[in-house]
């Protein structure tokens, strides 16, 4: 989706390139909600005529919801407080084939008591390792994680999980074992096994990217439940 957006700025700004700066990558098969993206842009447009402009050209799958100016220097990425991802269970019985896309089908009895019990373990500036994919090239693999809960609403669970950032499938990972909890295969305190050890084959399986969306990239002050300020 980055290179359909660079070429649509591309074409606006008179066929030249423009270097678009995204606040992260996701997984492929993984939804965004608010991704926000910086790039440099010469065309005698307000912020509302780029954002008219690019709504008429981007295919029905990508959307520009708003254009805003800002100071030199900004960086989505760098600037970035906080981000924060949601995953989607779909709790029905059988399968909702509209969700399908869009949600992980995990059906049957979770013991949510636990869950919460997993869940409690998961805030804190902690090594990720035991939960991030060996594919993942970052050496420092300490993040702060603010918040982590889950709810269900009308067949729908719903996973939030918000942090300074996140590492390759740590959400995913998190979310699978996180399930299994849920399912007795692991007690609550795996979680802290696995943070403790480093050790990636005590955890979970991989949860579908389908049922992940990264939610909203912050940039104000706002303060998470447990966050120190």
């Not at 005698?44 to 800002?70: E, F, K």
């Not at 919460?116 to 805030?123: D, K, T």
């Not at 007690?187 to 084959?201: C, F, M, N």
Request: with cysteine; proline share 4%; aromatic share 8%.
């Amino acid at each position: 989706m980055q290179g359909v957006l660079s070429s649509g700025l591309s074409r606006l700004n008179g066929d030249r390139p423009v270097a678009l700066r995204g606040a992260g990558r996701t997984d492929a098969g993984v939804h965004a909600l608010g991704q926000v993206a910086d790039c440099g842009f010469g065309a005698d447009l307000d912020d509302a005529g780029v954002a008219h402009a690019l709504s008429r050209m981007l295919p029905d799958d990508l959307r520009v919801l708003a254009v805003t100016t800002v100071a030199d220097g900004f960086h989505a990425r760098r600037h970035a407080r906080a981000k924060v991802y949601v995953y989607r269970v779909d709790r029905s019985a059988h399968g909702d084939p509209f969700l399908r896309r869009y949600a992980a089908w995990r059906p049957g009895e979770l013991d949510l008591a636990a869950m919460e019990q997993g869940l409690a373990l998961i805030p804190g500036r902690r090594d990720w390792s035991g939960f991030t994919a060996a594919s993942c090239t970052v050496e420092d693999k300490v993040r702060t994680v603010y918040e982590a809960r889950y709810g269900e609403e009308a067949g729908l669970g719903r996973f939030t999980f918000a942090g300074e950032g996140f590492l390759t499938h740590m959400v995913r990972n998190l979310v699978g074992t996180l399930l299994d909890v849920g399912r007795g295969r692991f007690a609550p305190e795996q979680i802290a096994r696995v943070l403790a050890s480093g050790d990636r084959t005590l955890a979970g399986p991989t949860a579908p990217a389908a049922g992940l969306f990264l939610e909203q990239v912050v940039y104000d002050n706002r303060t998470f439940p447990g966050e120190e300020r």
